[in-house]
Structure formats: C-alpha cells, structure tokens
C-alpha cells in the first residue's frame, strides 16, 4: 500500500480491536484494514469504512484499488 502512496498506520501493540478502532476513530482514518491469521491464509482482508461502519472482505490484489 505504501508502494501505492496509500498513507498506512499500524497500531503499536497487541491490543484488542475496539481500542485499535477507537485510535483510528480519534485520528479521523476514513478506513481500516484488518488482517488476522484468517484472512492471510485467504489473501484478503477485512476492509471498514468508519465513515459507514460498513465491512467488506476485499481479495488483498483489489486492496489498494478499493482504498484509492
């Protein structure tokens, strides 16, 4: 993604994931990705649109054209 010039944060620890999406709330992030063990076997991820709350599964190859 960052290859893309797509701005990425990660979040600095192990943390359960309402803190990580309250700390993407707080920074105003349009989207956010997650990628469990799950989703890295399947090659895809987990795509959040905070504006919407709406989350969709996305293949990781369409990762930064839907994010774009």
Not at 7 to 27: M, S
Not at 53 to 60: F, N, S, T, V
């Amino acid at each position: 993604l960052r290859r893309q010039r797509i701005l990425v944060d990660i979040y600095p620890e192990v943390a359960r994931l309402k803190k990580q999406f309250a700390h993407a709330e707080r920074l105003e992030v349009p989207y956010v990705v997650i990628l469990g063990d799950d989703e890295c076997k399947a090659e895809t991820a987990q795509v959040k649109d905070q504006r919407t709350g709406e989350q969709h599964c996305i293949p990781a190859a369409q990762l930064a054209g839907h994010l774009g």
